[in-house]
């Protein structure tokens, strides 16, 4: 099962180096959204303070878009999904998938975060909680766009339809995790609670979305 879950992770490696404009264009994009917003709204320094959280987690989000549609695409055109899917170990298939795909998108993006963040003029502590929060809150956001394009990428309509049915699991956790740099409700929630909570969710949604894809590539031969 381990060996599975390395051949998974170094096939996603290979997969990415092969197409790395695939893989670029997501954290391009999170980087020019977030650093050049501030220049195109031309706002009070203090209004974006307020929001610069929410905009890094609205342009996580759309990186997510950018590469939701190539995460099996590879994987069903070669038709290795009809291989694997007789293979007593994809379990540890889709894990290791899950995980690299989460790890290529997302680490290029945290690490970038607080410099981004220090443009905007946010102090040292809501820097490092947000660091923290992203570490954590991406795997929720991640594992709701890779269920999703589980269950959606042999349907020609995919590309239109996976924003459509992300969007409403995914509007409850950005209030989550932008309302608590706020001045409003999650504010006072002590940062061990919250991360506690977000903890909990990532744990829920990675079973759910190892469950749902199992079954989708299990079925798709």
Known sequence: ????????????LLITYRSLNDFLM?????????IFFPIIINTDSLVLKKIAHGILWIAYLFSCFLSINRLFDEDYQSGFFE???KSKFLVAFVIGKLFCG?????MPIILVSPITLYIYGIN???IVLLFFSMLIGTSIIFNICFMVASLTFNLKTSA???PVLIFPMIIPVLILVTSFFGEDSFNSMHPFDFFKLLFLLSIITTFFTIFASYNTIKNSS
């Open 1 to 12: 099962m381990y060996k599975v879950f390395l051949f998974s992770v170094k096939r996603e």
């Open 26 to 34: 997501p954290f391009s994009f999170f980087l020019l959204l977030s």
């Open 83 to 85: 291989l694997i899917s």
């Open 102 to 106: 989460w790890l290529l998108l997302t």
């Open 124 to 126: 040292e502590t809501d």
């Open 160 to 162: 239109i339809l996976a």
